[in-house]
């Protein structure tokens, strides 16, 4: 074994970043650490073929080698987590380490069988990262590198500029690209081929802003050895294009959900190669080189008339020409990638992401994709949607399952949104450094005690009790994503789903689930201290009073089939009553306020008009999400449980509905409600909400336990 050894001398006050003579794990540790960093060496190991870690004591230093940056974080985690009962995640971290450090009794040596570490989807730059700015970038960046992360998305940052300079190049107006870009919180979908302009014009500091992010990520994730995704071409240009090159062959690509879809560019056009050299040179230009290049013709049902064969392979020649070994990354999602357009490609020279994971993915129904590189993820978190749940069993069982098939090179998580259910996605990459599944119940009993940073018996019990039901979602099928919110829907008599392709139905013992919430607001006496406990025991009794709110729509709209108005008067006002107290639970973290949203989005602004247009966006994804009309069903996609939202948009709502149906029990015949007519004012609005937390946490959160405690939920 040879490796190089690097002291951490660090001075304290060090402004985040890499300083002088520092590594980037060094650099890293600091950020983490701060001066506690100094009670660590990182050496360099450089022996075996898989991505390994060592830690030992040596002297009064923790020594931790790493054949990689990325090794060598996840090792620094690897300490703190099982020796230092730390934790560091989106939602509340606390790195409090003893005074003196407890050192391993003998040398831990971990290597992973998981050689790529996929992470990101395109949608959670919106549903989530809209709005991030460097500062919280580089904490993700950080808390990628600690859980092994070695291949992650950064592309679609800066693809704006990109694309402006590819389309000036090409001929095109200032106009027709103001047309094509998209707004801040719709750009995922414009780079996977959904739509055209929507949230747009997108003015030229916003362009500039992104492409001075962009890399700052691409400079930080190269340090820490993180190979980045960018931006592939795969035919698809701006409609208006057609216009300049009249004598060039273009076909349409068809309409998602009612957006017309950019064309594509026959694969035999000379124009193909000539968009794609343009393409290519102006991302390099900005951006430097890559490796891996990701894009998905025909993306949720995206048609054309076109010789698939001849698509791939256009698509990877004009890869391959503008960078030598480029490998393709793929979304293997609804029927996409078709295995004729496959056919066209070279196998070693593309890379499946394989995204249903919880659903135990496509691998084995599509032979592994022919013995092609592909790695098993899984999405959970569809439109950012914040309900307390997940599939631990079937993403640790089935991760190792897969290893047997042919090509699987590693998992991967492509939720499409973040800061949701921390203990998912931490689980998911504990994978990495073991040789088998772990019990999901040990697994969230020790999560719990490093995460609130000492052992209490009433909080492990809770989270053994969210193991064996909220966090052991049987394999999902049919619908998308974890059970959906009463509270967010769409008011009706009969609610089987809040979003399109979503469910409400509870696939986990509810009276169960709310055992361990009481278990953890009897935990409050001893971890009441504790800003993660405090997040979790928020994030909880929302879950519980959801879940309770579902019961209770129940008996609401039986009382009105009894045709009862003083028996519809009490449940619907009970109903009512748990969306005020839901908002005012929330109101006691930021995590949870509509407020943190918006103002992130309006302190990007430059002018009140940019402001507006940043709210717009901002207000406009998490309810309507699109123009209504035939793209209605997108509506309520991303809907969230944050105070302010509850109490401006979700309650006056429902409140509309009940009081119709109160004249129907009178003898009235209400008219019907156009409900896209009544939401679209509220994302024209310009109301303040507050940014900082109203009340205390857990007396709140003791106050609705006093009250839904003991609810009848079956």
């Given at each position: 074994m040879r490796f190089t050894v690097f002291l951490l001398g660090i001075a304290l006050g060090v402004a985040p970043g890499i300083a002088k003579g520092e590594t980037a794990i060094e650099a890293l540790a600091r950020r983490v650490l701060k001066e506690r960093a100094r009670d660590f060496r990182f050496e360099t190991?450089?022996?075996?073929?898989?991505?390994?870690?060592?830690?030992?004591?040596?002297?009064?230093?923790?020594?931790?080698?790493?054949?990689?940056?990325?090794?060598q974080a996840s090792g620094l985690f690897e300490y703190l987590k099982d020796f230092g009962l730390c934790d560091v995640s989106w939602t509340g971290s606390q790195v409090a380490l003893p005074?003196?450090?407890?050192?391993?009794?003998?040398?831990?040596?971990?290597?992973?069988?998981?050689?790529?570490?996929?992470?990101?989807n395109f949608c959670t730059f919106n549903y989530t990262m809209s709005f991030w700015d460097w500062r919280r970038w580089e904490k993700e960046l950080d808390w990628m590198a600690l859980n092994g992360v070695n291949l992650a998305l950064a592309g679609q940052i800066g693809q704006e500029a990109v694309w402006q300079r590819t389309m000036t190049r090409l001929g095109q107006t200032d106009e027709e690209i103001r047309q094509?870009?998209?707004?801040?919180?719709?750009?995922?979908?414009?780079?996977?081929?959904?739509?055209?302009?929507?949230?747009?014009?997108?003015?030229?500091?916003?362009?500039?802003?992104?492409?001075?992010?962009?890399?700052?990520?691409?400079?930080?994730?190269?340090?820490l050895g993180i190979e980045p995704v960018m931006a592939a071409f795969y035919g698809n240009v701006?409609?208006?294009?057609?216009?300049?090159?009249p004598e060039s062959q273009f076909v349409s690509t068809g309409k998602w959900f009612g957006y017309e879809r950019p064309d594509m560019i026959l694969p035999n056009d000379p124009l193909f190669a000539k968009v794609a050299a343009t393409f290519y040179e102006e991302q390099r230009n900005l951006f430097g080189d890559a490796k891996y290049f990701a894009g998905d013709p025909f993306h949720e049902g995206g048609v054309a008339k076109v010789d698939l064969k001849a698509t791939g392979g256009a698509i990877e020649r004009a890869m391959q020409e503008a960078r030598a070994g480029a490998t393709w990354v793929l979304q293997a999602w609804g029927n996409?990638?078709?295995?004729?357009?496959?056919?066209?490609t070279t196998p070693n020279r593309t890379l499946i992401l394989d995204l249903r994971g919880e659903a135990g993915g496509q691998y084995e129904k599509r032979n592994a994709f022919g013995g092609r590189p592909w790695l098993l993820c899984t999405i959970s978190g569809y439109g950012g949607k914040?309900?307390?749940?997940?599939?631990?069993?079937?993403?640790?069982?089935?991760?190792?399952?897969?290893?047997?098939?042919?090509?699987?090179?590693?998992?991967?998580?492509?939720?499409?949104?973040?800061?949701?259910?921390?203990?998912?996605?931490?689980?998911?990459f504990d994978l990495v450094w073991r040789d088998r599944a772990p019990d999901i119940e040990d697994w969230c009993a020790n999560y719990a005690r490093r995460r609130y940073g000492r052992e209490c018996p009433e909080a492990e019990e809770a989270w053994r009790i969210f193991a064996r039901t909220v966090y052991s979602l049987p394999k999902a099928t049919g619908a998308q994503g974890q059970p959906e919110s009463v509270l967010c829907a769409r008011p009706a008599l009969d609610i089987r789903s809040t979003s399109t392709w979503g469910t409400t139905r509870r696939s986990y013992d509810v009276a169960e689930f709310l055992t361990g919430w009481a278990k953890l607001v009897e935990a409050a006496r001893t971890l009441g201290g504790s800003q993660a406990f405090r997040y979790d025991l928020v994030d909880v009794t929302r879950q519980a009073l959801s879940d309770i709110a579902q019961v209770q729509h129940w008996r609401m709209a039986a009382a009105f089939r009894k045709r009862g108005t003083a028996g519809f008067e009490r449940e619907s006002t009970k109903f009512l009553q748990i969306l005020d107290d839901m908002d005012k639970l929330l109101?006691?973290?930021?995590?949870?306020?509509?407020?943190?949203?918006?103002?992130?989005?309006?302190?990007?602004?430059?002018?009140k008009e940019d402001r507006d247009w940043l709210e717009w966006n901002a207000r406009t994804q998490i309810t309507v999400w699109a123009r209504g009309g035939d793209s209605a069903d997108l509506r309520d996609y991303a809907n969230k449980e944050w105070s302010g939202l509850l109490r401006s948009f979700y309650r006056p709502r429902w409140a509309r509905w009940i009081e119709d149906r109160k004249k129907e029990l009178g003898g009235e015949t209400p008219a019907e409600i156009d409900w896209f007519a009544w939401e679209i004012p509220w994302t024209k609005g310009h109301e303040l909400y507050p940014t900082t937390p109203q009340g205390d946490?857990?007396?709140?959160?003791?106050?609705?336990f006093r009250i839904y405690g003991k609810s009848k939920v079956s």
């Amino acid at each position: 074994m040879r490796f190089t050894v690097f002291l951490l001398g660090i001075a304290l006050g060090v402004a985040p970043g890499i300083a002088k003579g520092e590594t980037a794990i060094e650099a890293l540790a600091r950020r983490v650490l701060k001066e506690r960093a100094r009670d660590f060496r990182f050496e360099t190991l450089t022996a075996g073929d898989k991505d390994s870690f060592e830690i030992e004591a040596v002297g009064d230093k923790i020594v931790i080698r790493g054949n990689t940056p990325v090794s060598q974080a996840s090792g620094l985690f690897e300490y703190l987590k099982d020796f230092g009962l730390c934790d560091v995640s989106w939602t509340g971290s606390q790195v409090a380490l003893p005074k003196v450090l407890p050192k391993p009794a003998s040398l831990v040596r971990r290597a992973t069988l998981f050689d790529q570490r996929y992470y990101l989807n395109f949608c959670t730059f919106n549903y989530t990262m809209s709005f991030w700015d460097w500062r919280r970038w580089e904490k993700e960046l950080d808390w990628m590198a600690l859980n092994g992360v070695n291949l992650a998305l950064a592309g679609q940052i800066g693809q704006e500029a990109v694309w402006q300079r590819t389309m000036t190049r090409l001929g095109q107006t200032d106009e027709e690209i103001r047309q094509f870009l998209p707004g801040p919180c719709f750009g995922a979908w414009w780079m996977m081929g959904n739509l055209q302009g929507w949230g747009g014009p997108t003015p030229a500091w916003w362009i500039s802003r992104q492409v001075e992010l962009e890399k700052k990520i691409l400079k930080r994730m190269r340090e820490l050895g993180i190979e980045p995704v960018m931006a592939a071409f795969y035919g698809n240009v701006p409609s208006t294009l057609k216009g300049h090159y009249p004598e060039s062959q273009f076909v349409s690509t068809g309409k998602w959900f009612g957006y017309e879809r950019p064309d594509m560019i026959l694969p035999n056009d000379p124009l193909f190669a000539k968009v794609a050299a343009t393409f290519y040179e102006e991302q390099r230009n900005l951006f430097g080189d890559a490796k891996y290049f990701a894009g998905d013709p025909f993306h949720e049902g995206g048609v054309a008339k076109v010789d698939l064969k001849a698509t791939g392979g256009a698509i990877e020649r004009a890869m391959q020409e503008a960078r030598a070994g480029a490998t393709w990354v793929l979304q293997a999602w609804g029927n996409n990638p078709h295995d004729e357009m496959l056919a066209g490609t070279t196998p070693n020279r593309t890379l499946i992401l394989d995204l249903r994971g919880e659903a135990g993915g496509q691998y084995e129904k599509r032979n592994a994709f022919g013995g092609r590189p592909w790695l098993l993820c899984t999405i959970s978190g569809y439109g950012g949607k914040n309900h307390f749940s997940g599939w631990m069993p079937e993403n640790a069982q089935g991760s190792f399952r897969a290893l047997s098939a042919p090509g699987m090179r590693g998992i991967g998580a492509m939720m499409e949104g973040t800061e949701v259910n921390t203990a998912v996605f931490q689980m998911l990459f504990d994978l990495v450094w073991r040789d088998r599944a772990p019990d999901i119940e040990d697994w969230c009993a020790n999560y719990a005690r490093r995460r609130y940073g000492r052992e209490c018996p009433e909080a492990e019990e809770a989270w053994r009790i969210f193991a064996r039901t909220v966090y052991s979602l049987p394999k999902a099928t049919g619908a998308q994503g974890q059970p959906e919110s009463v509270l967010c829907a769409r008011p009706a008599l009969d609610i089987r789903s809040t979003s399109t392709w979503g469910t409400t139905r509870r696939s986990y013992d509810v009276a169960e689930f709310l055992t361990g919430w009481a278990k953890l607001v009897e935990a409050a006496r001893t971890l009441g201290g504790s800003q993660a406990f405090r997040y979790d025991l928020v994030d909880v009794t929302r879950q519980a009073l959801s879940d309770i709110a579902q019961v209770q729509h129940w008996r609401m709209a039986a009382a009105f089939r009894k045709r009862g108005t003083a028996g519809f008067e009490r449940e619907s006002t009970k109903f009512l009553q748990i969306l005020d107290d839901m908002d005012k639970l929330l109101s006691t973290r930021t995590e949870f306020m509509l407020g943190t949203w918006l103002s992130s989005a309006r302190a990007l602004g430059k002018t009140k008009e940019d402001r507006d247009w940043l709210e717009w966006n901002a207000r406009t994804q998490i309810t309507v999400w699109a123009r209504g009309g035939d793209s209605a069903d997108l509506r309520d996609y991303a809907n969230k449980e944050w105070s302010g939202l509850l109490r401006s948009f979700y309650r006056p709502r429902w409140a509309r509905w009940i009081e119709d149906r109160k004249k129907e029990l009178g003898g009235e015949t209400p008219a019907e409600i156009d409900w896209f007519a009544w939401e679209i004012p509220w994302t024209k609005g310009h109301e303040l909400y507050p940014t900082t937390p109203q009340g205390d946490s857990v007396a709140e959160a003791r106050r609705i336990f006093r009250i839904y405690g003991k609810s009848k939920v079956s």
